[in-house]
């Protein structure tokens, strides 16, 4: 399905990243694989992750090459565009699944804990897609950008409040882009995974499903290829063999009047006539508290 395509993919020496390089190298893709190659800390550098990866579809007969760069930055982006275009002429897509946790609750979360998520899940996505867009309005033959986004994004985290403003700013910078690049014929389109790699070992409590990387990578295949070309704005969740779209957002209820609404008004008003809608993550602690308490009264 990508035969002849070049895509770009950070994060690609592990995990998700990973098997979305294999992928799409087994389609015929022309890959550059990215992968800062770092620990769960963020320490020690290293290309080794990415060569290997590189051999791995050069042994199966395709064409890739490794590039050990930190996407948060500007000039990071750039080089792994230009390291697509240099080698091969042009760039096709790009896939952002590269990320980091670094969890604490709000109150005690430290200014480096909130930047570096940002940065390297959100600014991380900005710095790939600018890159990506700019070549790809230049070459007048479209494109395809593959964003990854999470659940709490939109549902929010109890100790990963920076995790879920990088997730939840992703989408929206999608969006933004699939708006603004429409007319050039390039699309862009996020994915929410749940699958088992070293990140999500990290999760507080676990997930109430899982996948594996390899589960992702068919569904990023496809938004990549010409298939999917009238594709664009949105999100997938994607775990397992569960793939369910997710709604734009929408107002639901709403009362108005002419003029100022006074305070003791709405005090009335809201409960009765526009309510709330409770957060699903509610929903889904409440879950997880009777799932350990049943595990816990098994054990006795």
């Known amino acids: 399905m990508l035969d002849n395509k070049v895509i770009a993919i950070t994060g690609s020496g ?5 098997a979305i390089a294999l992928a799409c190298a087994a389609e015929g893709a022309k890959v550059v694989v990215n ?3 770092v620990s769960m800390d963020g320490s020690e550098p290293s290309s080794d992750v990415a060569n290997a990866v590189v051999a791995e ?24 565009v230009a390291a697509a ?24 979360m430290s200014e480096d804990e909130w930047d570096g998520v940002i940065s390297t899940h959100l600014k991380g996505t900005f710095t790939v897609f600018r890159a990506a867009s700019a070549v790809m309005r230049k070459q007048e033959t479209g494109g ?8 709490v994004g939109m549902w929010g985290s109890v100790a990963q409040a920076n995790y879920a403003a990088a997730k939840g700013g992703i989408v929206a910078l999608m969006r ?12 862009a389109n996020a994915i929410a995974p749940v699958a088992s790699t070293r ?30 070309r009238e594709i664009t704005g949105q ?31 709405l005090a009335e008003r809201i409960p009765a006539d526009v309510g709330f809608d409770r957060l699903p993550m509610l929903d889904y602690m409440d879950m997880m508290k009777k799932r350990a308490a049943e595990a816990g009264a098994g054990e006795g």
């Open 199 to 228: 990140m999500q070992a990290n999760v507080p409590g676990g997930t109430a499903e899982t996948g594996e990387p390899e589960d992702v990578a068919p569904m990023v295949v496809y938004l990549l290829s010409d298939a999917a």
């Open 35 to 37: 992968d800062y190659g």
């Open 85 to 108: 275009v240099d080698k091969w002429g042009h760039i096709d897509g790009v896939v952002t699944p590269a990320g980091i946790l670094r969890e604490r609750m709000l109150f005690n």
């Open 144 to 151: 395809s950008l593959v964003a990854f986004t999470s659940g």
């Open 57 to 80: 579809i050069e042994a199966a007969g395709g064409e890739a090459i490794a590039l050990a760069d930190d996407i948060s930055t500007m000039e990071a982006g750039e080089r792994l």
């Open 14 to 18: 592990r995990g998700i990243g990973r």
């Open 176 to 187: 933004s882009a699939a708006l603004g690049l429409s007319r050039y014929n390039i699309n």
């Open 235 to 265: 999100t997938y969740t994607v775990v397992g063999g569960r793939i369910a779209l997710w709604s734009q957002p929408r107002e639901i209820k709403e009362i108005s009047k002419d003029g100022r609404w006074t305070p003791q008004e």
